[in-house]
């Protein structure tokens, strides 16, 4: 295959892995395997993950948005923990690494798009995310509930007052006190139950007096 027939392939997608070119092309696995390396290492892709990879911004006909990459590069999965507590205004740091959870093995990938990183949780605590639009890119993101649970539950140790304090939450409007307790529920884990009790006491009292933790 030549370059120009790649892009020709591939310029209307943000990204495209070597499985999904194989079908597109009809061409030997190996060989298009061989070709790709070829034109990473010249510089005429940008490698994603193994197996994984991107035009240069020249050849591409939309702009790739590094929060549906977060999705597309390693499935299934959805965007929590940090970023989707700091994309609901919830936590007041920016987040630069893009913080999801899967149901499979953990992992962790540079490059030229972002830091992107999976934590693992069981397939029964893989539920509770929602489609979003951002920028015109569609993204699997945990609802707010969701993104408190899955860092209380995935950060080890136990979370105290003092500990929930020093997160500095706000926006604590946009998380629904039944549903927390629903999806508390189904984790079966009594460290998180606490977690939730503390979290319902500290922001009702923060409703009440106006503030932020």
Same mark, same amino acid.
């Given at each position: 295959m030549?370059?120009?027939?790649?892009? *020709?392939l591939?310029?209307?997608y943000?990204?495209?892995?070597l499985?999904?070119l194989?079908?597109?092309s009809?061409?030997?696995r190996?060989?298009?395997?061989?070709q790709?390396s070829?034109?990473?290492?010249?510089?005429k892709?940008?490698p994603?993950?193994?197996g994984?990879?991107?035009? !240069?911004e020249?050849?591409?006909s939309?702009?790739?948005? !590094?929060?549906e990459?977060a999705?597309g590069?390693?499935?299934?999965?959805?965007?929590?923990?940090?970023?989707?507590?700091?994309?609901y205004?919830?936590?007041p740091e920016?987040?630069?690494?893009y913080?999801?959870? *899967?149901s499979?093995?953990?992992?962790?990938f540079?490059?030229?798009?972002?830091s992107?990183?999976?934590?693992?949780v069981? !397939?029964a605590?893989?539920?509770?995310?929602?489609?979003v639009d951002l920028?015109?890119?569609r993204m699997?993101?945990?609802?707010?509930?969701?993104a408190?649970?899955?860092?209380?539950?995935?950060?080890?140790?136990e979370?105290?007052?003092?500990?929930?304090e020093?997160m500095?939450?706000?926006?604590f409007?946009?998380?629904? !006190?039944e549903?927390?307790?629903?999806?508390?529920d189904?984790?079966d884990?009594?460290?998180?139950?606490a977690?939730?009790?503390?979290?319902? *006491?500290?922001s009702?009292q923060?409703l009440?007096?106006?503030?932020?933790?």
């Open positions: 030549k370059y120009e027939a790649l892009i *020709t591939v310029r209307p943000g990204w495209f892995d499985a999904t194989v079908q597109m009809s061409e030997p190996q060989a298009l395997q061989i790709l070829r034109w990473r290492k010249a510089g892709l940008l994603l993950r193994r994984m990879y991107a035009l !240069p020249l050849y591409r939309k702009p790739i948005n !590094p929060a990459l999705n590069m390693y499935a299934p999965s959805y965007l929590s923990l940090h970023w989707a507590l700091g994309y205004g919830m936590i920016r987040v630069f690494e913080t999801s959870v *899967t499979r093995a953990p992992r962790r540079d490059n030229a798009f972002g992107f990183s999976y934590r693992h069981k !397939p605590a893989f539920f509770g995310c929602q489609v920028g015109g890119s699997f993101l945990a609802e707010p509930e969701k408190l649970l899955d860092l209380w539950y995935l950060e080890q140790g979370w105290t007052v003092a500990r929930m020093q500095r939450f706000q926006a409007e946009r998380v629904d !006190p549903t927390l307790d629903d999806y508390a189904q984790f884990s009594p460290r998180l139950m977690a939730t009790k503390i979290w319902s *006491t500290l009702r923060s009440e007096q106006g503030v932020e933790l």
